[in-house]
């Protein structure tokens, strides 16, 4: 399934659509699932899962720290797709954050087959660039997935107008210069970067990058159409016990959820 139908939605209601991200397998598969339920159950419109890497070049000292705990459990890709089932079931639209070479080693086309088959509705691919992905725009059209590029404040208008092009469901703006993290203040380009895009484009936006809290939350929903979180409910679950950090990482779906429903536009 698409994830238009959830921005089309979102949209109808004036709000911004509100994604909540964890690494499978975090702080184990059991309690990962429990977690992300309790997103669900309190807002969260699509649950970003991702794929734990030994070698992330985009994720910040949280979400390695996670997708070390993750790989330490033994997760795997066949734990991953069993997420998207489980997810999916659950009630959310669920796409998935990889870095490309879990996805080449399974190989490209059984990947998206299968991915699609557990329910699962796009992937997010930080390391590939749609001028070497070819054989995934190939395998995403052949199963039916969207496909989501990333830009920066650093890529150029033309950059800018070929990934929105190549992009299918909604195009990934990173707020800021360098790795993801939770911080005190959003980013002053993401403004910018999405104005930017809708300049060449009618594709929603997604702006990650830095949002813990519905204030903030609000504030990304004013020029975005999505918002991504994913250190702030991590962290929850790295500081606490199991128990504690499901019920807060629900308290803050909530707080969000609110905050991308009092967004003006």
Known sequence: MSVTPVFEKAKAENRG??????????????????????MIENGVDIVELEFPYSDPTMDGPVIQRASEIAL?????????????????????????????????????????NDF??????????????????SEWIAASDEAGLDRVFLVAPSTTDERLRMTADASRGFLYATSVMGVTGARTSTSAAAPQLAARVRAVSTIPVGVGVGVS????????????????????????????DEASGVAAVGELARDLAAGVRKRSR
Request: hydrophobic content about 45%; overall charge negative.
């Open 17 to 38: 659509v509100l994604v909540g991200c964890l690494p499978v397998g975090f702080p184990s598969y059991d309690g990962g699932l429990r977690a992300l339920r309790a």
């Open 72 to 112: 330490r459990n033994g997760t795997r890709s066949a734990d991953v797709l069993r997420m998207t089932e489980e997810i999916t079931s659950a009630g959310a639209c669920t796409v998935l954050m990889t870095y490309w070479n879990p996805i080449e080693r399974y190989g490209v086309s059984r990947f998206a």
């Open 116 to 133: 699609a088959a557990a329910g699962g509705s796009a992937l997010i691919t930080p390391d590939l660039i749609p001028d070497e992905a």
């Open 213 to 240: 809290n519905g204030e903030q939350a609000a504030e990304v929903a004013s020029y975005a159409d999505a918002v991504i979180v994913g250190s702030a409910f991590v962290r929850l679950l790295l500081d606490t």
